[in-house]
Each structure stands twice: as structure tokens, then as C-alpha cells.
């Protein structure tokens, strides 16, 4: 436009700034195809400086709203600039009226259409987009489910309109509601950090598939930031885009810079053609990646739970009492059960807190105790304490696995006890939990001992654990039914 380069999305969309005079003004818009010139056309565009103050002698292009699957696209200008550590980025604004236009279109729309989406060129190493949080509340307020869908290159950012307390925000910044801008980012990992996942993923026998990327929050006014990391009892959906097919013990990981590790994030694969979609969710923003691994432990060959145990181990999620043995028929312990569950989860864990007199700021389980107690999956006895290191029962697990169902779900589980009739110790279990075992059994994330016999009592093993983890997954769609 005037010889100025404009921004194309992959739809062929363009968007740009043009310096204007006061007065009439000629912008002409030319199309080149591999550097050839193929189409140009001139418009002649008026400006009164008096009128439009604060476009600050540019001509804006009005964003273009494109109806696209579940929702609208909109086209708007990237501008570079680098992010908060210097990094090169394009940057999107979308401001207010931008949002009311996009939500009137869903609304016309209808269909359950939901979400607002936005393209940011890959042309630099972050992707950058901000939009007022009292427009987001606006939108959630207006379309059920609304969501602004951020995507950049191989990433896309799926973020609810409704996950940010504006009015907690507010008051946490000193501003009003109508101050606060939120910042939507997405950085492909590159440089050192790159190279300790590669390493990190080789280490846990397996190998990186594609690039990492680190998704962000953060909420800006009156000079002051706050990053938004923990959503509590809120998922946020991410999207890596990945070349080919991968193999099916591949997982989604968080990467922690400081102690280089990988744990399980949920996730699921979807194949076309000659690529691969990971979707997955976590209630946090970290650096995620793909990796493809394969790990088994020497003690569970031959076992019944064998290939329950190594797949969840190759995604990070189990974790054997050495690098070799898993120990399979061990009783678990409340604390480890507590530990698996938030990684099953996808919780992002909670400094510790003294909720259980019994738990204590150095043990390794700390904060996943901390993270179920908030989250709701556990609690404590009468006398204050968690007893962490007590083998948990069959029914104490029922009952967490329901729990779980229910925080994910957001809907309580069945007070049916009818499945519990054909056991003959059904009379055994406690009253508490009735309804979470006959829900287990049910839907078949539970089986008895024998036909007859379900022994509630009975002390859980790290295998039945895992069996029962990787089930709950599946029922929750955390995890791909391999």
C-alpha cells in the first residue's frame, strides 16, 4: 500500500498503516506475485486531522471479520516490535469496538459460533496480542462459551473470555475495570532452552518432535504487570501443529526450566493428511512441547498392568521407585495416589500451605498435597492430619477418581448405588463411599476382585492405581484411548 509492505495472512488477507496528509489523499494497493506485479488499484481517501485525533496521521483499516468454523476471523494489522525479553514479535491490538463488531457477528452467526479468532504472523520468533479485559468480560457476558482463539504459526492460544476476574484484577492493580489491557503471548522456543528439552527428552528415552513453545498471560495498567500462570478450576486449550504422523506413545509435556524437567500435560492426537494436531489443556501457562518416548521398568514385564504402567510412563506421567522398577504390587500411599491424580489432572501445583499438620513444607508430595486439597479432590481426618504415607483404600481411591470426574466435568456424579447389587461385600463398604464405588463400577473405571467381590477395604497397588488413572483419562478425554 503506497510501497508499503502490508501484512498477508495465509487467506490472502491484508491489513497495513499508510501515512495520510490533511486533505485528499491517493493510496494505491498493488499485488505482486513472486516479485511480478499482477493487480493495483487506487482509492482517494480524505482526511481531517480535527476529526480522527488519534490515529495520529494513519490511515486504520477497519478489521475484516471472516466467518470461519465455530466462529469469525479477524483480519487485523501486526506491527513488530520485541517482546518483554527483547525477543522480535508482531504484535495485534484489537481494541473494544473491535470485539462488540466480532460479537454481533457470532450473534448473527449463531450455531453455538463462539469463538473470535486472530492470526499473527510467524515472520518473527513471538506473537503478540493484546485486547482490553473489560471487552473480553463484555463478550462472555454476551456469547456462551465465548473464547479469543490466538493463533501464530504452528500454536494456537484458546483463551475463555470469561477466565480472567476483571474486578479482582482491578482491585489487585489500583485501576478500574475499564483500564486493564490483557497480553496474550506466544514464544517458540529457540537457543539454550531448546536444547535442554532436547536433552531433557533423551534423557527419558525418547526424542522432541517439532518446536516448543511458551504460552503466556499477563494483564498491564497504571505501569503495573501481573502474570496470570494459575486458572485454578479452569482449563485453557493450546494447539501444536506438528509435521507427520507421530508415534502413539507421544505426549504433550510442561517443561520446567529450572529443573529441567517433563511432565505429562493432557492431550490428544488428531491425524490428517500428513500432519498431526496435539490439543491439549492444563489449568497454566508454561513451555509446552511434544515428545515421543518409550520407557518400561524391569520388573513389570510379564505383569497384567504392563502396558498400562509403560504408557504412562513413556508420557511421563508414572514414575517407577527407581529408573528400573516400578514395583507394581506395592500399596500406594495416599500422598503418591494425591501426586499422580494432579499430574493426571493437569494442575498446576500450589506452593505449599500448612492445610494438613502432617504435611510439611520439605516433603516431596507437598505441593501436590496442597494443589488436590484447593483443587477439592482430597481432604483431611477429623484431628487436622492428610496421613500421607497410609496405603490408600480401594473406596478412599473410588472416591478421588469421582472427585475428579466432577472437577473436570463440573457435574456431580450419580448417587445411584444399583451397580453395587451383584457384590456380596457391598454391606462393607463405608457410607461415604457408596455412591463414588458403584460410579467406578459402573463406568467401568473400577472392577471387582472376582464377580462377587469388590473388597473396598483392601489396600490399592501402584498397578491398580495406574489401570484406574489411565481409564479416568480416557473418560475425561485427557488422554487418546491408544
Known amino acids: 500500500m503506497n510501497n508499503i509492505a502490508a501484512n498477508v495472512n495465509q487467506n490472502g488477507d491484508f491489513s497495513g498503516n499508510v501515512d495520510l496528509q ?28 480535527s476529526t480522527s485525533p488519534s490515529t495520529g496521521g494513519a490511515l486504520v ?5 471472516k466467518p470461519t468454523e465455530g466462529g469469525i476471523v479477524v483480519v487485523v494489522t501486526a506491527t513488530q516490535t520485541t517482546d518483554a525479553d527483547g525477543n522480535p514479535a508482531m504484535k495485534a491490538a484489537l481494541d473494544a469496538d473491535t470485539i462488540s463488531k466480532a460479537v454481533a457477528e457470532l450473534q448473527k452467526l449463531g450455531n453455538n ?24 468480560a463484555s463478550a462472555a457476558a454476551s456469547i456462551e462459551g465465548a473464547a479469543l482463539i490466538v493463533k501464530s504459526g504452528s500454536a494456537s492460544y484458546k483463551l475463555p473470555a470469561s477466565l480472567l476476574d476483571t474486578a479482582a484484577l482491578a482491585k489487585q492493580l489500583g485501576v478500574s475495570e475499564d483500564h486493564i489491557q490483557v497480553t ?3 514464544t517458540k522456543i529457540t537457543g539454550t532452552n531448546a536444547t535442554a528439552i532436547a536433552e531433557a527428552a533423551a534423557a527419558a528415552g525418547g526424542k522432541l518432535i517439532g518446536d516448543a513453545y511458551d504460552f503466556q498471560i499477563s494483564v498491564q495498567a497504571g505501569g503495573k504487570t501481573i502474570d496470570i500462570n494459575n486458572f485454578k478450576d479452569q482449563y485453557v486449550e493450546r494447539t501444536l501443529l506438528l509435521n507427520g504422523l507421530v508415534p502413539s506413545h507421544s505426549s504433550v509435556i510442561v517443561f520446567d526450566p529450572g529443573t529441567k524437567s517433563l511432565t505429562f500435560v493432557p492431550a ?18 508454561s513451555i509446552y512441547a511434544v515428545v515421543a518416548a518409550s520407557k518400561s521398568f524391569q520388573d513389570t514385564k510379564g505383569h497384567w498392568a504392563q502396558a498400562d504402567i509403560d504408557l504412562l510412563a513413556s508420557k511421563q506421567l508414572a514414575k517407577g521407585v527407581t529408573d528400573n522398577y516400578f514395583v507394581p504390587d506395592r500399596s500406594i500411599t495416599r500422598a503418591e495416589f494425591a501426586a499422580l491424580l494432579v499430574r493426571t489432572l493437569g494442575l498446576v501445583e500450589d506452593d505449599w500451605n ?13 505441593a501436590a498435597v496442597a494443589t488436590a486439597a484447593q483443587a477439592g479432590l482430597i481432604q483431611g481426618y477429623e484431628d487436622g492430619t492428610f496421613r500421607p504415607n497410609q496405603a490408600i483404600s480401594r473406596e478412599q481411591l473410588a472416591v478421588l477418581a469421582s472427585r475428579a470426574k ?28 457408596q455412591s463414588a464405588m458403584a460410579e467406578a463400577v459402573n463406568s467401568g473405571l473400577m472392577n471387582g476382585l472376582s464377580d462377587s467381590i469388590l473388597a473396598p477395604k483392601n489396600q490399592s497397588t501402584r498397578a491398580q492405581a495406574i489401570v484406574i488413572l489411565k481409564r479416568l483419562a480416557i473418560q475425561l478425554e485427557l488422554m487418546d484411548k491408544n
Do not use: C
Not at 515472520?123 to 471487552?135: C, E, K, L
Not at 500448612?354 to 507437598?366: E, I, L, M, P, R
Not at 472437577?407 to 463405608?430: C, E, H, P, Q
Open 22 to 49: 490533511p486533505g485528499s489523499n491517493r493510496v494505491t494497493f498493488a499485488v505482486y506475485v513472486d516479485g511480478m506485479k499482477t493487480n493495483e488499484k487506487t482509492i482517494q481517501v480524505t482526511y481531517s486531522p
Open 268 to 285: 490428544r492426537f488428531t491425524q490428517a493428511d500428513d500432519s498431526t494436531t496435539a490439543t491439549f489443556k492444563r489449568t497454566g501457562n
Open 113 to 136: 459460533a463462539s469463538n473470535i479468532v486472530v492470526e499473527v504472523p510467524d515472520s518473527q520468533q513471538t506473537a503478540i496480542v493484546t485486547v482490553p479485559a473489560q471487552a473480553l
Open 184 to 186: 496474550l503471548t506466544i
Open 61 to 65: 483499516l477497519s478489521p475484516v471479520l
Open 354 to 366: 500448612n492445610t494438613f499438620s502432617d504435611v510439611h513444607s520439605g516433603d516431596w508430595y507437598a
Open 406 to 433: 466432577a472437577f473436570v466435568t463440573k457435574m456431580a456424579g450419580s448417587l445411584s448405588t444399583t451397580a453395587l447389587r451383584g457384590f456380596s461385600d457391598a454391606d462393607a463398604i463405608s457410607s461415604w463411599a
